[in-house]
């Protein structure tokens, strides 16, 4: 049946096209001008078909432009999020804050001597905080040093670190390789030296119980609080990080080990109007606290000081 009507569809198309000829050479239509007529026009197809390329490449050359824009911003920022690639994108598409995390926020909150059952209250809020001279007991105080942790480094065989976030803020370094490869008068940032400020997570199992030697958890935070598998070192001069937001899962602390450093917190644009920004000064032995996922931040390191800190997430 199938067949029956396959054949009569094609008598009747060659039927009609055999009329259609027959009709056009009545009108006095040459062969070649029916050919011309029936084939598609070469030039209109290659004029098609080079916009369809010039389209395609042109897509192609954005697309690739738009990911290498996003790691050389990513690369000159140096700034820290979950996915490194996607810097940009979580900024553009984050939620937008209601602002009653800073509303009335002018300082942070300050503590001495806080216990864990006085930080209770406080341990999972958006409010900056300073715990003066909480960690001063820390042996990581006076063990922690540029060269403690390339010893580490270059003791451990096959250190794995290829895997865990490398970040040159402003310095010219591309891993902590170069770090640890500098001059000791570059070390030392002495005169006509380039100064330098990094910071770098820890996630090899054998570098943090290492690093785990010289300090406790925290002794303020929760004792349900979870930790993380790494842990972050930040060392240097001068300029510290620039301003970014982190896109993180939980809250952080951070131990300044050594020198002072300059926080300053911005609210996020959304909220300028109602809140505002604020500037405190760390010194050797305080916990830090900002929630870094809302709070803008940066750091400086005042009087030519050279600055260590530890830092970790909890939550
Ligand atoms: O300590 C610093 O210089 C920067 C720290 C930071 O960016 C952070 O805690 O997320
Ligand atoms: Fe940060």
């Known amino acids: 049946m199938a067949h029956d009507v396959c054949s009569i569809t094609r008598s009747i198309t060659k039927e009609s ?19 011309n007529a029936a084939l598609p026009n070469k030039a209109a197809l290659m004029r098609s078909t080079t916009l369809r390329v010039l389209l395609y490449c042109g897509s192609l050359t954005l697309l690739i ?18 996915v490194p690639h996607n810097y940009f994108t979580w900024e553009a598409t984050r939620a937008l804050s209601d602002c009653t995390f ?12 806080v216990t864990r059952e006085m930080f209770e209250a406080y341990a999972y809020s958006s409010q900056p905080i300073v715990v003066r001279r909480a960690f001063l007991h820390w042996p990581a105080m006076k063990r922690f040093s540029w060269q403690f942790f390339k010893e580490l ?48 997570g820890n996630c090899d199992p054998l570098i943090l119980e290492e690093m785990r030697r010289h300090y406790p958890k925290p002794h303020f935070l929760p004792e349900d609080a979870e930790i993380p598998s790494q842990e972050y070192v930040f060392m240097g001069y001068e300029d510290g990080a620039t301003m970014h937001l ?12 050594q020198g002072s450093k300059v926080w300053t917190l911005k609210p996020p644009p959304e909220c300028q109007s109602r809140c505002q920004a604020l500037q ?17 931040h940066a750091t400086t390191i005042p009087n030519g000081q050279f600055s260590l800190s530890i830092q970790s997430e909890y939550g």
Request: proline residues 2%.
């Open 153 to 200: 480094y270059t003791g451990i065989e096959k250190s794995d670190d290829s895997e865990c976030q490398f970040l040159h803020f402003k310095s010219d370094f591309i891993s902590i390789r170069d770090v640890f490869a500098m001059s000791s008068a570059r070390v030392s940032n002495l005169p006509g030296e380039k100064s330098w400020y990094v910071g770098w």
């Open 17 to 35: 096209l055999i009329e259609a000829h027959v009709k056009y050479h009545k009108l006095g239509l040459t062969e070649e001008e029916l050919q």
């Open 280 to 296: 405190f000064l760390v010194h050797p032995g305080d916990a830090v606290l900002v929630d870094t996922r809302v709070w803008y």
């Open 65 to 82: 432009s738009l990911l290498i824009g996003y790691d050389v911003l990513n690369v000159l920022l140096g700034i820290r999020c979950i």
């Open 246 to 257: 982190d896109f993180i899962n939980r809250l952080m602390w951070q131990a300044q080990l």
């Open 102 to 113: 800073c509303s009335n926020v002018t300082q942070p909150i300050e503590f001495n001597n």
